[in-house]
């Protein structure tokens, strides 16, 4: 499957951002899917992953409450949507697919990524 981020750019901190990510493919509801985020000089960390059908979403602490998950496997499409951005949200977003759906929070247990896509938060 291939998969590709957008949807970034530069906000104010307290606005909000939509990711999407759309991907390749007929089996698009056989992937859990997630997001993650590498900000500069630091490690790729966990944002949120969703069920192969959606029902089920875990996020990181760090988005709880600001951060909603969704699909449309109709679509092929992931989205993030990210409220009350802060300027410590500032980094590369990454969408990735995972074969097993075990909804993963380890970049290491996903099987594709996108390309990526930059958020800037200013404060």
């Known amino acids: 499957v291939q998969l590709q981020a957008s949807g970034g750019g530069l906000v104010q901190a307290g606005g909000s951002l939509r990711l999407s990510c759309a991907a390749s493919g007929r089996t698009f509801s056989s992937y859990a899917m997630g997001w993650f985020r590498q900000a500069p000089g630091k490690e790729r960390e966990f944002v949120a992953a969703?069920?192969?059908?959606?029902?089920?979403?875990y996020y990181a602490d760090s988005g709880k409450g600001r951060f909603t998950i969704s699909r449309d496997n109709a679509k092929n499409t992931v989205s993030l949507r990210m409220n009350s951005l802060k300027p410590e949200d500032t980094a590369v977003y990454y969408c990735?697919?995972?074969?097993?759906?075990?909804?993963?929070?380890?970049?290491?247990?996903?099987?594709?990524w996108g390309q990526g896509t930059l958020v800037t938060v200013s404060s």
């Open positions: 969703i069920s192969r059908r959606g029902g089920t979403t």
């Open positions: 990735a697919a995972d074969i097993d759906s075990q909804l993963a929070t380890g970049a290491y247990e996903y099987d594709y």
